[in-house]
């Protein structure tokens, strides 16, 4: 890659940046961007890694570490590096969650660790039977208050306490158990290892010159910790990204104060940006209208150019019951298809158990052809590289001439098997001849597939085509426990699930599993960073917000981030009867008050 000078350097992809967006790219030390939603936080950081590669300002060996919530979040940041940097450049970006990062540092320097507090080196994670089982050697059945007795442990153990004790029994295993560690007790004893390793820690230091933070505003106050063991007082510079308004994680433990506490823990400074290249300008205007109600100075966000001042759409359905509700929304969604409009770009959101809010809408746009399916179990599942591989596999079964998926495998393949890029053309040649003998065979087995237990069998091929050890050596994530036949089952399961709706067509299968075709439904939790061109948020009722009262910020942040997936149009959805029972929205008034001020919401009121 040619080397770029500072000055010359331009964002790739013919994107403008905000002035302070700029700025805080070609900052050298540590900064804090908050900005609301679709102000390009992501993209900074993407942006960021290509102007610190492009420019030679992260010289090799160094490396950026980036650190998100989501799987796919840290994929989708990475992949987006690749494509403007290339895979060889790219491959000294480490893009990863905060568990994996954790892990990492664990399955590394294990032995690092004291005897005391050393897991056996398959030790499972997150195991919740596990868990009981341990707690309930101390009498302790209120699985409520596990986390917290777990986290109230500070390492190395010193108090001989009940939590110290469940500690133990899960480190070292006990009746017929082996270790099992849940993420909470993995970042401990990450943290522990680097403070108590000067050269553990200044090997990590020496590793990354650059760390960036995304979603920060619900890193949780291990989380932070485990930041601040690894790289406080070091020469890492870091780039934090988040937004208050969006923080919904604080249930799962989000330090409220994070960004105070970043700004002075690292003398870091802070950039607002105020643009949103997201939402039509309407949605804009409610989300400024929420910004006084989330405590949230600041009215001067401003919509992209690219659209019209009064573009955008919001709605306020009230339905009488599900069935009414379910009708309104499949003829506005058939509308939407017929415009033009991908089902992929049609979301319906709910605050949670989207199979007791969603299920007859999906019925009826089922009734009409559309394929609609809550995406919690596939996301996760789709991001996963073993899936990757898999799906690479089955479909250049189906056509030989998919030159990615060619990519993936061939690639794959030689990582997993340790041929390096100093074997002979020979070796290289041959393994290509293996892979195509091999999706030959497979196609042939697959060809005959006619009842699950077959297809499972075809899977089994195909790993062991892979080699299964060699897939846990690789993987960092699949190295312990059940983690990977975990994976593999919960695949099969649902990839089996689209063959039977195809009738056993396998591309159709391909296209369905990733969502090629279908609207998907998540809950808010899984919709943060995602954006799609109509949004309906199902469920406006105090029965989804059941704990408003306790928890007011937090439901209004959930309420901002849904609104905020959107770019041109939202609905919010109320039924007086849901499932039989009748609804309320007492507890939630302020946002009908909200959507039914003047020249915001259209209200609709299907009989
Ligand atoms: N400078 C820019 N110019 C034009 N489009 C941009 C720019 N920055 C980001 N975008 C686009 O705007 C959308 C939102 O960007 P991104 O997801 O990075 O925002 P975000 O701040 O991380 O959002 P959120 O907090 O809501 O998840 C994306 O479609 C992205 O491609």
């Given at each position: 890659m040619?080397?770029?000078?500072?000055?010359?350097?331009?964002?790739?992809?013919?994107?403008?940046?905000?002035?302070?967006?700029?700025?805080?790219?070609?900052?050298?030390?540590n900064?804090?961007?908050?900005?609301?939603?679709?102000?390009?936080?992501?993209?900074?950081?993407?942006?960021k890694?290509?102007?610190?590669?492009?420019?030679?300002?992260?010289?090799?060996?160094?490396?950026?570490?980036?650190?998100s919530?989501?799987?796919?979040?840290?994929?989708?940041?990475?992949?987006?590096?690749?494509?403007?940097?290339?895979?060889?450049?790219?491959?000294?970006?480490?893009?990863?969650?905060?568990?994996?990062?954790?892990?990492?540092?664990?399955?590394?320097?294990?032995?690092a660790?004291?005897?005391?507090?050393?897991?056996?080196?398959?030790?499972?994670?997150?195991?919740?039977?596990?868990?009981?089982?341990?707690?309930?050697?101390?009498?302790?059945?209120?699985?409520?208050?596990?986390?917290?007795?777990?986290?109230?442990?500070?390492?190395?153990?010193?108090?001989?306490?009940?939590?110290?004790?469940?500690?133990?029994?899960?480190?070292?295993?006990?009746?017929?158990?082996?270790?099992?560690?849940?993420?909470?007790?993995?970042?401990?004893?990450?943290?522990?290892?680097?403070?108590?390793?000067?050269?553990?820690?200044?090997?990590?230091?020496e590793?990354?010159?650059?760390?960036?933070?995304?979603?920060?505003?619900?890193?949780?106050?291990?989380?932070?910790?485990?930041?601040?063991?690894?790289?406080?007082?070091?020469?890492?510079?870091?780039?934090?990204?988040g937004?208050?308004?969006?923080r919904?994680?604080?249930?799962?433990?989000?330090?409220?104060?994070?960004?105070?506490?970043?700004?002075?823990?690292?003398?870091?400074?802070?950039?607002?940006?105020i643009?949103?290249?997201?939402?039509?300008?309407?949605?804009?205007?409610?989300?400024?209208?929420?910004?006084?109600?989330?405590?949230?100075?600041?009215?001067?966000?401003?919509?992209?150019?690219?659209?019209?001042?009064?573009?955008?759409?919001?709605?306020?359905?009230?339905?009488?019951?599900?069935?009414?509700?379910?009708?309104?929304?499949?003829?506005?969604?058939?509308?939407?298809?017929?415009?033009?409009?991908?089902?992929?770009?049609?979301?319906?959101?709910?605050?949670?158990?989207?199979?007791?809010?969603?299920?007859?809408?999906?019925?009826?746009?089922?009734?009409?052809?559309?394929?609609?399916?809550?995406?919690?179990?596939?996301q996760?599942?789709?991001?996963?590289?073993?899936?990757?591989?898999?799906?690479?596999?089955?479909?250049?079964?189906?056509?030989?001439?998919?030159?990615?998926?060619?990519?993936?495998?061939?690639?794959?393949?030689?990582?997993?098997?340790?041929i390096?890029?100093?074997?002979?053309?020979?070796?290289?040649?041959?393994?290509?001849?293996?892979?195509?003998?091999e999706?030959?065979?497979?196609?042939?087995?697959?060809?005959?597939?006619?009842?699950?237990?077959?297809?499972?069998?075809?899977?089994?091929?195909?790993?062991?085509?892979?080699?299964?050890?060699?897939?846990?050596?690789?993987?960092?994530?699949?190295?312990?426990?059940?983690?990977?036949?975990?994976?593999?089952?919960?695949?099969a399961?649902?990839?089996?699930?689209?063959?039977?709706?195809?009738?056993?067509?396998?591309?159709?299968?391909?296209?369905?599993?990733?969502?090629?075709?279908?609207?998907?439904?998540?809950?808010?939790?899984?919709?943060?960073?995602?954006?799609?061109?109509?949004?309906?948020?199902?469920?406006?009722?105090?029965?989804?917000?059941?704990?408003?009262?306790?928890?007011?910020?937090?439901?209004?942040c959930?309420?901002?981030?849904?609104?905020?997936?959107?770019?041109?149009?939202?609905?919010?959805?109320?039924?007086?009867n849901?499932?039989?029972?009748?609804?309320k929205?007492?507890?939630?008034?302020?946002?009908?008050?909200?959507?039914?001020?003047?020249?915001?919401?259209?209200?609709?009121?299907?009989?």
């Amino acid at each position: 890659m040619a080397i770029i000078a500072d000055e010359k350097w331009l964002p790739s992809d013919s994107i403008i940046l905000e002035k302070n967006a700029d700025v805080a790219i070609r900052q050298k030390r540590n900064v804090l961007v908050v900005a609301g939603p679709g102000a390009g936080k992501t993209e900074l950081l993407a942006q960021k890694a290509n102007y610190l590669f492009e420019t030679d300002n992260c010289k090799e060996p160094y490396r950026i570490l980036a650190i998100s919530f989501k799987k796919d979040a840290a994929k989708n940041l990475k992949e987006r590096v690749e494509q403007r940097c290339g895979k060889e450049t790219a491959c000294r970006f480490d893009s990863m969650t905060y568990d994996a990062f954790a892990k990492n540092l664990l399955d590394h320097f294990r032995l690092a660790l004291p005897q005391e507090l050393r897991p056996k080196q398959d030790y499972i994670v997150e195991d919740k039977d596990i868990l009981k089982a341990a707690f309930e050697q101390y009498n302790n059945h209120n699985t409520r208050y596990y986390d917290a007795i777990i986290s109230s442990v500070s390492l190395p153990f010193a108090k001989d306490e009940v939590g110290e004790r469940i500690w133990k029994l899960l480190l070292h295993g006990f009746d017929d158990h082996t270790s099992m560690l849940t993420f909470k007790m993995i970042s401990m004893l990450a943290e522990y290892i680097i403070r108590t390793n000067i050269m553990i820690r200044n090997g990590l230091q020496e590793t990354y010159k650059y760390v960036f933070l995304d979603e920060f505003q619900d890193t949780t106050t291990l989380q932070y910790e485990l930041v601040k063991r690894c790289f406080l007082s070091s020469k890492a510079i870091i780039t934090a990204v988040g937004d208050n308004k969006q923080r919904i994680m604080v249930w799962a433990g989000a330090r409220k104060t994070v960004f105070v506490d970043f700004q002075n823990d690292f003398n870091a400074i802070k950039y607002k940006l105020i643009m949103n290249h997201r939402s039509a300008p309407r949605l804009v205007d409610l989300q400024r209208k929420m910004y006084s109600v989330l405590n949230e100075s600041d009215g001067q966000v401003q919509h992209s150019a690219k659209w019209r001042e009064d573009d955008g759409i919001i709605n306020l359905i009230i339905s009488e019951n599900s069935e009414s509700e379910a009708l309104t929304i499949t003829n506005s969604i058939i509308k939407k298809i017929e415009t033009g409009i991908s089902p992929t770009q049609i979301c319906i959101l709910c605050k949670q158990k989207p199979q007791d809010f969603t299920q007859i809408i999906i019925d009826y746009l089922g009734q009409k052809g559309i394929y609609a399916r809550i995406e919690n179990d596939y996301q996760d599942l789709i991001k996963e590289p073993i899936i990757e591989i898999i799906l690479s596999i089955l479909s250049l079964t189906c056509n030989r001439k998919h030159p990615d998926d060619w990519q993936v495998l061939v690639s794959s393949i030689i990582e997993l098997w340790n041929i390096s890029g100093t074997q002979s053309d020979d070796e290289y040649f041959n393994v290509q001849n293996q892979i195509d003998d091999e999706l030959l065979r497979i196609k042939q087995q697959f060809s005959l597939v006619t009842t699950k237990s077959e297809f499972y069998e075809v899977l089994k091929k195909i790993v062991s085509f892979l080699k299964f050890d060699c897939i846990k050596a690789v993987f960092p994530e699949y190295s312990q426990g059940k983690y990977l036949n975990d994976v593999l089952n919960r695949f099969a399961k649902l990839f089996w699930d689209e063959l039977e709706k195809t009738s056993i067509d396998l591309n159709m299968s391909i296209e369905q599993f990733k969502g090629l075709h279908s609207i998907p439904i998540m809950t808010i939790h899984k919709s943060k960073g995602l954006e799609y061109d109509t949004v309906f948020f199902v469920g406006l009722e105090d029965a989804a917000f059941w704990n408003f009262k306790n928890q007011p910020e937090e439901d209004r942040c959930a309420f901002f981030v849904a609104l905020s997936r959107a770019k041109s149009e939202v609905s919010f959805s109320f039924c007086k009867n849901r499932n039989h029972k009748t609804q309320k929205h007492n507890d939630i008034n302020e946002f009908f008050d909200l959507l039914q001020e003047p020249r915001i919401a259209n209200i609709i009121t299907p009989p």
